[in-house]
């Protein structure tokens, strides 16, 4: 199979469902997510979406859909987290969203990354991001 390049993920597959309870944290795990890593070896990593959903919420289908074009694609792990979350909050304009996905050991040295709509830096008013914070 071909081996891709971060940019050519296609965010057109993700598809929305009426949210008909707002004001909820979904809480969504992929437990399995793999892609190329900047050498073209696997990488694999441990998803967790907390979705706090506005108008539109995640069709879960589709998610998996999107999720596996990942499987035979080259990017780094800081690169996987900014595309999903990227992503993600253009297609379901979410009140908030925040992803971490805590990647598999390699050659003894494990790595945890996080990002969160509320953070200041991303335009929110850090008033919840510590509700979260290890």
Request: proline fraction near 4%; avoid cysteine.
């Amino acid at each position: 199979m071909e081996k891709k390049l971060w940019d050519s993920i296609d965010s057109s597959i993700l598809k929305s469902l009426p949210n008909a309870a707002k004001g909820y944290e979904q809480r969504i795990n992929i437990p399995e997510f793999t892609f190329l890593g900047g050498a073209n070896q696997p990488d694999f990593g441990d998803v967790t979406i907390w979705f706090y959903g506005k108008d539109k919420t995640i069709e879960l289908k589709s998610l998996k859909q999107y999720i596996f074009q990942y499987r035979d694609t080259r990017l780094s792990y800081e690169r996987a987290l900014d595309v999903m979350y990227k992503d993600l909050k253009a297609v379901y304009e979410p009140d908030r969203i925040r992803i971490e996905i805590e990647y598999r050991p390699r050659g003894g040295i494990s790595s945890r990354m996080t990002v969160d709509s509320d953070w200041g830096h991303l335009g929110g008013t850090d008033q919840l991001w510590q509700h979260h914070k290890d």
